[in-house]
């Protein structure tokens, strides 16, 4: 273990919730410490410099970017703790990791033996394919973010580069590594795993010879232009990996066999059963049609070919094929608690082995530790599906593309700083979405009643409404009734609940407070609770034996429920075995149970007792609801598939409904669930902009889809308003929309917001709708819509 500095007066002791030790380190994305938990656990924490993140709407993408990445299964990657922003800077906490990089081992070794480099093609890959079949992009492979664990090589820091993308003042465009850049990345196009996989096949290279695929020992113009126009030499490549990592190098993503492919590969160690890769020519195995023991490839996708297939997978003007693994993969990649790779080196207690190690020299010191990154949500839609070798869509204009590419790569070198091995290739402006947390989005209907007494129905001196000032531009039957007063961190999440014939808005912000405020006013009611230690991400209100409830979910891995009238604890504190980040009360069974979304699928749970029920297969996007509908408990949520669909479950027997709903270019960011007369409706918002309306019965998409927002959608709601029902969405373009569910593409009543609402519940008052809103800058917002 390297050893560890001494804190400086300026660096901060605290944050987060986690005591400092020490520096491990300082990067050029920012600075990692030895940290310890309340627990007692000791994690590597990485400060982000606090110039790659840059307001307010920035940071709270790059939380919810990096909140999406806990689904990435364990093996080969190094788990993700928390994310968050304590006082403008940005941090990641993460497992440490104990080992050197690739990129030590190798610089100072030698290259890696044959054994051993097989060994280690496999852990990657598999970590890769993993980190694919969670909808994420890494985006950023390379030597440097291969760790050699005692229990195997672990992937890191996969989606740094994608939290960031878009967040950064200093840029807007994408960020990579040059040497191991794909020919898409220098030229600014989309990404999809095949990106991966060529920054892949050039780390194994490195692995094998010492040198990357196209070198580093030249300026960065010069690597680039080898990149996009030239072929490696990998003639020092040994021969069971050279005709995979040939096809890997690919200039066109979809001529890539995935990550899946690339493993099944590996592990049928090139013999007579391998199954064929299109294109691939594997060594010793010929090329025919499947037969015993060969697996076709089954499935859209870039594998999903057959010989004699000459028509693509895609035509124009159709949505592209989801992209996901041809093969079903093994039994242990999708089992949580899979026993690990066995290290593919020496023992790795002693500090230093003799050359001749299975390395080709010796391996990571014992006890190094390592921060490693969260991964990024899901990626950009995947390549064409076609048959390698076959034209796809736009391939005509590939010349012209790569032609740019090579004037953007040479603008890029003008603004290059020496020792920052970051490349910033600019391109069209975007913005980075963000998986989101979904609020209850509870419709309660009755009156607002005059405030009652309660012993704690005082108000803190900061907790007052503020007068009406609106922003410009408020639509006709829209008014604002009051927003809180004073600064506090993000409202994640607002909800609606009811004491002694009260409504009381109830927020939870990135703190981990939560406050209550009268629905009549917006004052204080009671004081701040204050008992989760990192930020609440769902809330939601009920009764259990005439008690009206809150039930929140934190970061902090647990599911607490309060008194809504004296915020006081009630029952035990439910712990849960990952961050919970939604949560309703529904009814199943007949009984009113906790339906929340956990980092390892859905769980539920008695809301009187707090016990945990049966269920088992349900596993959601973080920003899943939970409604009762139609005489069952459903579950709807993103997928992490790419390109992304919308799923739900039967939460009574945990079968899924139909199948996912296809159609959103990018991650899903909100969902909701109801009813529109007698049809069960869904609806999808994307950070593509664009707000979806699906069938549940039929699985039709209905109509054609909502677009209007001009940045990434945060919530959806649907409810009734004068008799016709009516869809309430925010974005991270600071406005709240009003549509009119039956209209196609709009137009929308357009609310413009001081600050981006990233939470949203619905409520009625004398039957007007009211719409809380929470935002970014940490106030909560009543808004009357008729």
Same mark, same amino acid.
């Given at each position: 273990m390297p050893k560890v500095r001494p804190l400086r007066p300026e660096e901060p002791a605290q944050l987060g919730g986690f005591k400092l030790l020490g520096s491990l380190g300082e990067g050029g994305q920012g600075s990692v410490y030895l940290a310890e938990g @309340? #627990?007692?656990?000791?994690?590597?924490?990485?400060?982000?410099? +606090? *110039?790659? $993140?840059?307001?307010?709407?920035a940071r709270e993408r790059?939380?919810?970017? @990096? #909140?999406?990445?806990?689904?990435?299964?364990?093996?080969?990657? +190094? *788990?993700? $703790?928390?994310?968050?922003?304590?006082?403008?800077?940005?941090?990641?906490?993460?497992?440490l990791v104990r080992g050197d990089s690739l990129q030590q081992v190798v610089t100072g070794s030698g290259p890696l033996r044959e054994d051993a480099l097989v060994r280690l093609a496999i852990g990657t890959i598999a970590a890769l394919a993993g980190i694919h079949r969670a909808g994420i992009v890494h985006r950023d492979f390379k030597p440097s973010n291969v760790l050699l664990g005692p229990d195997g090589p672990r992937v890191i820091d996969f989606g740094i580069a994608r939290a960031l993308d878009g967040t950064s003042t200093l840029s807007s465009g994408v960020l990579g590594t040059p040497a191991y850049m794909s020919p898409e990345q220098i030229s600014g196009d989309r990404l999809s795993p095949a990106t991966d996989v060529f920054s892949w096949a050039v780390t194994m290279v490195f692995a094998a010879t010492g040198r990357p695929a196209f070198g580093d020992d030249a300026t960065y113009p010069v690597i680039m232009h080898r990149i996009l126009r030239t072929e490696p030499d990998l003639s020092a490549v040994p021969p069971p990996l050279r005709g995979l990592l040939t096809r890997c190098l690919s200039k066109e993503p979809a001529q890539r066999p995935s990550a899946t492919d690339l493993m099944l590969a590996l592990v049928s160690d090139h013999g007579a059963d391998a199954p064929a890769l299109p294109g691939v020519a594997l060594p010793g195995v010929d090329q025919g049609p499947p037969g015993p023991g060969r697996a076709p490839a089954a499935g859209p996708g870039p594998s999903a070919w057959s010989p004699g297939d000459t028509s693509p997978s895609w035509s124009p003007g159709a949505p592209p094929p989801p992209w996901s693994p041809p093969v079903a993969p093994p039994a242990w990649q999708a089992q949580p608690g899979h026993t690990p790779m066995p290290p593919p080196w020496g023992d790795p207690r002693g500090s230093r082995t003799e050359p001749g190690s299975p390395w080709g020299g010796p391996p990571a010191a014992a006890g190094t530790p390592h921060w490693s990154g969260p991964p990024g949500p899901a990626g950009p839609a995947a390549p064409w599906g076609g048959p390698p070798g076959h034209p796809r869509p736009g391939q005509a204009d590939d010349a012209r593309r790569r032609k740019k590419a090579m004037t953007v790569a040479a603008a890029v070198a003008t603004v290059l700083v020496a020792v920052a091995v970051v490349v910033v290739v600019v391109r069209s402006s975007s913005t980075t979405g963000e998986p989101g947390v979904s609020p209850s989005a509870l419709a309660v209907t009755g009156s607002a009643s005059p405030p009652t007494s309660s012993p704690e129905a005082t108000a803190s001196p900061t907790a007052t409404a503020s007068p009406t000032d609106a922003p410009t531009g408020i639509p006709d039957g829209v008014t604002k009734l009051w927003a809180t007063a004073g600064s506090r961190p993000w409202i994640n999440a607002l909800t609606i609940g009811d004491s002694g014939g009260e409504q009381i808005v109830i927020s939870g912000d990135d703190k981990g407070v939560i406050e209550r405020w009268r629905l009549s006013d917006g004052s204080a009611f009671g004081r701040p609770i204050t008992a989760h230690r990192m930020r609440i991400n769902s809330l939601a209100a009920g009764t259990s034996d005439g008690r009206a409830l809150i039930v929140s979910v934190s970061n902090d891995r647990t599911?607490?429920?309060?008194?809504?009238?004296?915020?006081?604890?009630?029952?035990k504190v439910i712990r849960a075995d990952s961050e919970v980040y939604a949560v309703n009360l529904v009814q199943v069974g007949g009984r009113t149970v906790i339906a929340a979304e956990l980092g390892t699928g859905t769980g539920l749970y008695d809301l009187g007792t707090g016990d945990r029920l049966p269920l088992q297969g349900v596993s959601l996007s973080i920003n899943a609801v939970y409604r009762n509908?139609?005489?069952?408990?459903?579950?709807?949520?993103?997928?992490?598939?790419?390109?992304p669909g919308v799923v739900a479950y039967d939460l009574g027997t945990g079968a899924q409904i139909g199948q996912a709903f296809k159609g959103h270019e990018s991650s899903i960011q909100a969902v909701d669930v109801g009813m529109v007369g007698d049809r069960q409706v869904v609806l999808s918002g994307s950070e593509d902009k664009t707000i979806r309306r699906w069938d549940l019965g039929t699985g039709e998409q209905i109509g054609e889809p909502l677009r209007g927002h001009t940045d990434h959608m945060r919530k959806v709601a649907l409810t009734e308003l004068g008799g016709r029902t009516v869809i309430l969405s925010t974005s991270l373009d600071d406005t709240l929309r009003v549509w009119d569910f039956t209209a196609d593409g709009g137009p929308a009543r357009t609310i413009p917001l001081d600050s981006a609402a990233i939470s949203l519940t619905l409520t009625k008052v004398d039957g007007d709708l009211v719409a809380l809103c929470g935002d970014l800058d940490g106030v909560v917002t009543a808004w009357k819509i008729t």
């Open positions: @309340a #627990d007692g656990e000791q994690v590597a924490l990485k400060i982000l410099h +606090a *110039r790659l $993140i840059g307001d307010a709407s790059f939380v919810r970017e @990096a #909140d999406a990445t806990r689904r990435v299964a364990p093996f080969s990657t +190094a *788990r993700v $703790i928390t994310v968050g922003v304590d006082e403008d800077r940005p941090y990641i906490v993460s497992e599911i607490r429920r309060w008194d809504l009238a004296s915020g006081q604890p009630v029952g509908l139609g005489g069952r408990a459903v579950g709807v949520g993103g997928d992490y598939a790419t390109p």
